[in-house]
Every structure is written in C-alpha cells, then in structure tokens.
C-alpha cells in the first residue's frame, strides 16, 4: 500500500512541480505558512516517508460491503430473418408479365391462325395421299400444313399465282406458298405461262428457282436430284451438307443432276417424255410431251398415247337406242352430234347430202358434201382388229395396203365405214398439252381386203376437212391405198375425218352402196412441234 502511494504522490509531484507548495502539518498537525512562491520547496521523500509512517500507524477503517446485483437471466427468442421489402407495383407488374407469356403458349391451342389457302387441286388419275380430306377436284390445299404423301397415281394443282404443277407417286410435298413448294422427294412438272411470280421447288439439299415458263424436278428417297429445263431459265442452288454451295444457270435444253452420291453438279440429257406435263381423266389422258397424238386412241377412250381400248367406239349417229358394237345396215339424219363426255372429240354425224352439213359445234358446214346413201353399218371404232378377222376369214387383215401390218393391232387404225364422220377440237389439245403447238395431220388412207370378191365395186371417198374446208379428198377402191398429210395452221380450231359410199351404181340397190366399204385412216395422229 505504500509503494502505491509514494509512486502516486510522486507523480503528483511531477504534475506540480512549478505549482505552489502544499501545506505541511507539524507535530501537531497545524498548518504553516509557506514561503514566497519562488522559493516553495520541493516535496522531499523524507516528507513522503513520514505521510507513510503515519499510514501505517492509523486505525484500520472497515467500509460496508458492496452489493453486486445478481445478473437477471435473458430469455432467448428466436430472431426474425430479415424481409425485403416488395412493393404492390412490382408484384402486380410480375403478374402481368407471367399472364402474358401462358396467353401467348396457349393463345395458338385456343384460337389456332385460320389456314392460309394457296393452291385446288384442278384433276387427278387413279390418285391417293395421305391428306385427310378426299382427293378429288376443287380441294383446296392450304401453306404450311403437315407434309403430304401421294401413294399413287397423278394429281393436277393450280396455284393462287397461276402456276400449274403436275406431281406423280410415290412423292410427298407441301406448299410453303403459292409460289414455292417443298418435295422430299417425287417428280413433279411445272408450267409458270400463266404466273408472273415464277416459282420454285425445295428439294433436301437444293432450291430450284424458276425464271422461265416450264421445268421438271425428280428427287428420290436418297436424295439424288435431277432438274429438267424445257423452255426459259432456272437458278439452281445445291447445298450439300457439310459442303460449299453450288449455284448455276441451268436454261432451256439442258438437265442436270447432282445429290449426295456426286459432290458436283453435273449435266445429263434432257428427257421431255420423262415427266408428265398434262392430264385429263374424262378423256383418261397423261400427256408426256410426246411428238404425236393417236386420234384412234383417242376414239377408244384413250389419251392419244395408247390408253385407249380397241374394238371400240362411236355410233355416228349418237343413238341411244343401238347396241355399242352392233354391226347392220342403219339410216341416219345429217344432224351433227356433239360428244360431251370427251373433250378432245366435238361430234360426230351421218353425212347424206339432204341438206347443209353441218360438222363442228361452232356452226361450220360441210359445202362440198356428197349425196350419200345415208346409210352407216358399224360404229367409228379404234383398232377394230377382231371385228374385222372375224367378218371374213378367208380374207384375214393381214392382207391390207401399204407396208404396215395391221392384223395383230401393233399399228393403230381409225375405222370409219362409210357414211360417217368425226369431228376433233383441235384447241382442247392445244389446252391440254401446256401449249404444244399442232403441226400437221397424217394417215394412210385405205379400204380393208376382207371384202369379198362380188360383182359390186367396192369404192369409197375419203375426206379431210379442217374448220369446214376441205384440205384433201381422194376416191379409193378395194386394195388401194395412198397417204395423206396436211399441214394445220394455229389458227385452224376443228379437224373432220370422213368416209362416203361413193355413190350407188344401182339405184335399186342403194342401200348396198356402203357394202364392205370398211375405210380406214391408218395410223391417223397429230404431229406435235
């Protein structure tokens, strides 16, 4: 304790040093007076002893305990995390956000986008796809629907735009608009007169733009690619997969080909028969841009190219009333007969030269009409091969004029027994044939051997006439025969094939004036450009 208090009176003298002296009791503990302030002594340790001394022989003082208060036990509670503080505004805005995005997803589901029409289709031959809707004429085909796949047959479409594409099975395609369509694969024709927008294909690894008027586009299932160009220009792009784009000029006369077995586009021949360009199912016809029509054919129900039936026909004078195939002697007015159901045939008639014979739907008349019997024994028939061998086996077929055999039907033959006559609409395959022009008529004119030998002369008169006006005429008997040929101008609308009696040389015997006068117009076709 007196350590302590010397260290602290000593500090104390420091703090003082220069301050005024502080009083010193005596013995008796009274109070003296210091001197001046400039001469106050220093505390000394001697006094710092004696205040020790007195320490230590003072009473011991007893101070009252101290009462420390005992700490008041804190209950824990739990601590509340600390809340962000949202406000309405932003919850509402999130809302809003979140109402927005599910309309959008399921907006389509609800109220799916109307389909957007782009093409009909205008005729299809023993065809069937996928599609749900039946095929047949006037279904409308809409943009971007599921992807459709014709299994068989052909199918005729016409675009918004005025594109006309024929596609053939097997094919699967789908329009991405009226002006463009989409083909994995198939083989489609493409006719673009009518459009001014052109159009273009879309195969897996290449784009065919059209800048012409007629194109074709095979593709098959691995890809390989051939594009046919028959009149204007093409731009082909061909990109193959993991490869550099190709692009070419590909004009009217030249092919090429190119896909994933052949890293380069490369030429080819052009095939115009290759693709179907045309088709008409009243008159079951598929036009390959061939270079002749059969007219026989076309008698038959055909398409010009073979499809016909032999052995059938016509009745010149359109009666219901008589047996297809019937073989006799009956009479006819001159009245013209139209043939609705065939397009391509606009009439028929019995020519007798009663009166003004008239020998097209538009009104042109026959001036130059013989007078004729009127009588007709047998229908105008196709290839009638059969028919014939059987009227008289001892003079088969195989005896007819000129150099062509036509007793096994390998060489199609137009029969027209004399009087009768027929009447084609030159136009409707103008129409048909996306545009091909008409260049001539030809057949060999002819009277079948299976006539028997008999006193009556067989003689017949044959006549080609084109809108009324007649273009050639010749007089032929049994075993006789010469070919003809006749240019038609692109004005001339109707071409009339027909076959008279020659007149009777005995008036009693008039009626047998048509006796075996079966006249035949062998190999009777249109010559195409």
């Not at 400039?38 to 340790?45: A, I, Q, R």
């Not at 013989?370 to 003079?395: D, H, Q, W």
């Amino acid at each position: 304790m007196v350590l302590y208090l010397c260290t602290d009176l000593c500090n104390l003298q420091a703090a003082i040093r220069h301050a005024p002296a502080l009083p010193i009791s005596d013995e008796s503990c009274g109070l003296f007076e210091p001197e001046s302030d400039s001469g106050s002594p220093p505390l000394t340790l001697e006094i710092l002893k004696a205040l020790g001394d007195y320490e230590n022989q003072a009473e011991a003082l007893e101070l009252p305990p101290i009462e420390i208060p005992e700490k008041t036990p804190i209950d824990p509670k739990p601590v509340k995390k600390a809340v962000p503080c949202v406000s309405k505004l932003s919850l509402f805005s999130l809302a809003m956000s979140l109402a927005a995005l599910l309309l959008i997803l399921v907006y389509p589901l609800l109220f799916p986008h109307p389909p957007v029409g782009v093409a009909w289709v205008t005729d299809s031959i023993g065809a069937s796809w996928s599609w749900r809707d039946p095929l047949e004429k006037g279904t409308r085909l809409v943009a971007e629907e599921d992807v459709i796949q014709l299994y068989k047959g052909i199918v005729k479409i016409r675009t918004d735009n005025g594109a006309c594409v024929v596609l053939e099975a097997p094919a699967e395609f789908r329009f991405i608009n009226s002006d463009e369509l989409a083909m994995p694969y198939g083989r489609v024709f493409v006719n673009v007169a009518g459009s001014s927008n052109g159009f273009a294909i879309q195969t897996r690894d290449s784009k065919i733009i059209d800048l012409g008027t007629q194109f074709g586009v095979y593709t098959d299932m691995r890809g390989e690619t051939e594009l046919h160009v028959f009149e204007g220009k093409t731009v082909l792009i061909a990109g193959f997969r993991n490869k550099a784009k190709q692009v070419a000029d590909v004009i009217a006369g030249q092919a090429r080909k190119f896909g994933e077995f052949s890293s380069d586009i490369r030429s080819i021949a052009l095939s115009n028969s290759f693709f179907v360009r045309d088709i008409e199912s009243k008159a079951n016809l598929v036009w390959r841009q061939d270079k002749q029509i059969d007219l026989a054919d076309v008698v038959g129900g055909g398409d010009g190219l073979g499809t016909g039936k032999i052995n059938t026909g016509l009745n010149p004078s359109n009666r219901i009333a008589d047996k297809p195939g019937e073989l006799r002697d009956r009479r006819g007015p001159n009245t013209y007969n139209p043939i609705v159901e065939n397009p391509f045939i606009d009439g028929v008639f019995v020519p007798n030269g009663a009166g003004p014979q008239i020998v097209s739907s538009r009104g042109d008349v026959f001036a130059d009409c013989p007078e004729t019997s009127g009588y007709f024994y047998a229908e105008i028939l196709n290839t009638p091969v059969k028919l014939l061998n059987s009227v008289s086996a001892a003079n088969p077929l195989s005896t007819l004029p000129g150099d062509a055999d036509y007793s096994g039907g390998d060489h199609p033959f137009l029969c027209l027994h004399a009087n009768s006559g027929i009447t084609y609409d030159l136009n409707a395959f103008r129409q048909r044939l996306a545009g091909s022009r008409i260049l001539r008529f030809s057949a060999v004119l002819g009277i079948l051997n299976c006539a028997p030998n008999e006193p009556i002369k067989t003689i017949a008169d044959f006549w080609i006439l084109t809108d009324g006006q007649v273009r050639y005429k010749t007089t032929l008997s049994r075993g006789e025969s010469e070919p003809a040929d006749i240019e038609i101008a692109q004005t001339d609308r109707f071409l009339t094939l027909i076959a008279t009696d020659g007149g009777s040389q005995n008036i009693e015997l008039d009626r047998n004036a048509i006796g075996y006068d079966w006249c035949i117009f062998g190999g009777a076709k249109l010559i195409l450009e």
